[in-house]
């Protein structure tokens, strides 16, 4: 590696519902989940190579049965993504690599969380991603695309402002017990979505990062997670989730 060294690193854990070891634990927190899953991916990884011709990236891919089907009109896949930027390369990044990894044409549904969402976050700092985001549906990448956690005063601007409007929003239960009426009453007359969740704000720990690099034995090298995506796919007909998995990227410096 020392002659080699990787400018990111993506890893892809592949459907995470196979990992049976994972799924016996019963109340795991997402982070505990992400960081499990990490884990058993590099430890059935046989190693690689970096691809130097494609930027320096380095790849980590658990080998697994990918989902097949002759019919996926009754599927649905959605991801959220989690941001260390509102950068618009970062969105454009995240859903060209899920798409090519879970090999799929479009994803049904996008959820980001920005890395700001204070009482203080502007629209002007909202407008690179979601601009990314309009991009997206406009090519087709994406069907639908909605934001998690940021005050309602953004959101009503953002929606205002944007070409491609919200369709979902997602509300953390751990910072408020139940969802504002503010945001019900908006949400009710623009026909957006609202959901729950308790995903942390922060998904992955330096300690995931450092098994990682270590892993690849990148002794003296710096890296930052870049973004986190986790997907789902479900059968819609009777509401089960048939893949389930995380895909996060790196940024390497040394």
Request: with cysteine.
């Amino acid at each position: 590696m020392s002659s080699s060294q990787p400018r990111r690193v993506v890893l892809s854990t592949g459907n995470i519902l196979e990992m049976e070891d994972l799924i016996r634990k019963a109340g795991q927190t997402t982070s505990e989940e992400l960081s499990g899953s990490i884990k058993t991916t590099l430890n059935s990884w046989e190693g690689g190579k970096v691809d130097l011709q494609n930027g320096g990236v380095f790849t980590i891919q658990r080998n697994f049965k990918r989902l097949t089907t002759n019919d996926n009109s009754g599927t649905k896949t959605t991801v959220k993504l989690f941001l260390s930027n509102n950068e618009s390369t970062q969105v454009e990044d995240a859903i060209r690599t899920v798409c090519d990894g879970l090999d799929l044409p479009s994803i049904d549904s996008v959820i980001v969380s920005p890395p700001d969402v204070s009482d203080d976050v502007t629209l002007a700092s909202l407008e690179p991603m979601w601009r990314a985001l309009e991009d997206a549906v406009d090519r087709g990448a994406v069907k639908a695309i909605g934001l998690a956690d940021i005050p309602v005063r953004a959101l009503v601007e953002l929606y205002e402002w944007a070409k491609v409007k919200p369709t979902t929003v997602q509300v953390n239960l751990s910072s408020c017990c139940v969802v504002p009426q503010e945001l019900t009453t908006f949400a009710q007359k623009h026909d957006i979505q609202v959901l729950t969740h308790n995903d942390p704000a922060e998904i992955v720990d330096e300690e995931v990062v450092s098994t990682i690099t270590s892993r690849l034995g990148l002794s003296g090298v710096q890296c930052q997670v870049e973004w986190v995506a986790r997907h789902r796919t479900i059968q819609q007909c009777f509401g089960l989730i048939q893949d389930k998995g995380y895909t996060l990227a790196l940024a390497c410096d040394g």
